[in-house]
């Protein structure tokens, strides 16, 4: 399913980055955002700019912590954003700057161009329950609320009436095949269904943005699985820009467009889930990759091998060369053991059944360039 | 310097404390009684209403409502056990007594709870609040309850009214100390989520944080009435009627029979009236994931009634 998506701005978006070359496509920016906790932020945040302090010298000197270090991220309207990183890498304190949840200590948080900080508490209660979504780790629904009231709850605080909220929350809760449940209470739902009654709140006010803070790592994995694919079916229908927050870099790569990855609240990669995979920048994501199947990732154009001088043999089928591995893997075998790569119909290449198992050798995971024991 | 004042300095009075209260209390007296008198304004008026509605309604009605009522919050058995134990208080020839006992603890609670959830709330919120707050608390759970008699005597006089003012301040701590307590128990990621979806800070305590609280904020109510009881017979000292002065009599008297008939009085109202309070704090899962007006007599007439069975359960 993964492969098959496109996104909103395109996935074949090069390291040269942003497809519209402009920053007002931006839905969501991240300008140089700091956050230090502790009670002397301010002087910690001086002296890290100046003397550049690490995050243990931070510590024992102003007893300060480092939240987000200096992150400046550019998330494109109607795109998946994952940020990944292991806990205690800011992942979730840089989700919450973008609804202020969470004040930075220095550094801009634009949502739709215009600086969050500049708002009043009635313009910052707005965007709160107009603009932006946001879906919790452990659900946090409001135990003592009907499902329907928790998911009517931003359009509650914004003064809709009873009426229209009932209506809308029954809608949307139809939308997550929760139809029916809307005068139940929260501990009536399984783990998975309540997730999904937390997503209907996030979605009820039908929001721009989605902030979602490791949404299905409280659930099994059959469940996460499915939630993984129901939300990327809905994702794909209402197109909202979307943050996810997850510490699994699988599902990192299987819901985002592009995925961040950070290391001690300091962005250390950014890039499409296959530029990730494929080439990993420093000795840190390195070691996240090693353990993911990069398999997916694999296309026709750089399996072929040159057409050389014999035709391709009889029989043989084509594919073109962005195709992934299933589709060729079905083209060799129908074709008799080998698949000719057609670029709008020029023949550039081919695949043999040696070549394919060769590239999938090479692709597995934990597998290194030289890792053949014939000697 | 004189060698025995250095070994035993404490000859003369260092610290005249004593002389001290003695001149605030004159003082606040001779220039705030009115204030202090106005401030019984309110008090009289709510004890008098209740004590006129507890001792003129007759004893068979009171018993069946206050079964009903405890059958409602808190299931049959407690309403069994709330009815038996003011029936027996009726019965060993305490029920006058007992009415006005439980008219002044019912008007210590009402201004208990009307003063403790708000300090309370406010407790929560700020965190240099609480810091001041506590130390007085601590000062008001630990001074011996006879030692503020005199005060009150002084500033607002003897009889029932400076009697529910004593028990105020006795049973005020707990209500406050757990209202605070509950709010600052709620789940943090609850209370994120309401000021995720734009919920303002009023509109978080009254939705959510409050809500949340509910069943610590009720212990707090219960502990409060508990003490309140236990206050009577102190606050007999100062000429307040009920099962107290019953208790005060027999021991000035040695007389065990008028004694032993006001303690026991005092431990079933205390019985009945735990039991039922208690049961405000239950909530919806306690209830066997049913509304209150689902359950109890209420509830039996609702389905008496057939009210309440058009909505279907979309599990069956």
Known sequence: MTTSRSGPAGRATGPEGDPFGNRASAHVECRNVWKIFGPNASKAFEAIRAEGLGKDEAQRRFDCVIGVADVSLSIRKGEIFCIMGLSGSGKSTLLRHINRLIAPTAGQILVGGRDIARLDAKGLQTLRAKTIGMVFQHMALWPHRTIQDNVAYGLEVRGVDRATRRKIAAET????????????????????????????????????????????????????SDLQDQFLELADRLQKTTLFVTHDLDEAIKMGHRVAIMKDGAVVQVGTPEEIVISPQGDYVERFVQGISRLRFLSAEQIMQPLGAAPAPEGSRTVRPTDRLG???????????????????????????????????????GAGPSATEEE | MDLSLLLDPFQGEMLPVGDWSQSLIDWLVINFRDVFQALKQPIDFVLTGLETVLRGVPPTILIAVFGLLGWQVAGARVG???????????????????????????????????????????????????????????????????VYLVPVVMLFGIGNVPGVIVTIIYALA???????????QVRADMVEASVAFGGNPRQTMWKVQLPLALPTIMTGVN????????????????????????VLRGIGRLDMSIATTGGLGIVLVAIAIDRVSQGFGRTRRDRGRRQWFETGPVGLLRRLMGIGRDAPDPRR
């Open chain 1, 173 to 224: 809760l139809e939308q997550m095949q929760l139809g029916g449940w809307d005068r139940h209470y929260p501990d009536e739902l399984s783990g998975g269904m309540q997730q999904r009654v937390g997503l209907a709140r996030a979605l009820a006010a039908d929001p721009d943005i989605l902030l979602m803070d490791e949404p299905f790592s409280a659930l099994d994995p059959l469940i996460r």
């Open chain 1, 327 to 365: 589709p060729i893997i079905d083209a060799v075998r129908a074709g008799g053991g080998c698949a000719v790569v057609r670029d709008n119909g020029r023949p550039v290449g081919k695949i043999t059944y040696d070549g394919l198992l060769h590239a999938i050798r090479s692709y597995s995971p």
């Open chain 2, 80 to 146: 069994v056990i709330a009815a038996v134990c003011l029936f027996l208080v009726g019965a060993i020839g305490a029920w006058p007594h007992a009415m006005t006992t439980l008219a002044i603890i019912l008007t210590a609670v009402i201004f208990c709870i009307g003063v403790g959830i708000p300090i309370g709330i406010l407790a929560s919120r700020s965190d240099r609040f609480e810091a001041v707050l506590k130390p007085c608390l601590d000062f008001l759970q630990t001074i011996p309850s006879f």
């Open chain 2, 174 to 184: 707990p209500i406050i100390r757990l209202t605070n307590l509950g709010i600052r």
């Open chain 2, 223 to 246: 502990q409060t009435i508990m003490m309140s009881l236990a206050m009577s017979v102190v606050a007999s000292m100062i000429s307040v009627t009920g099962l107290g002065q019953m």
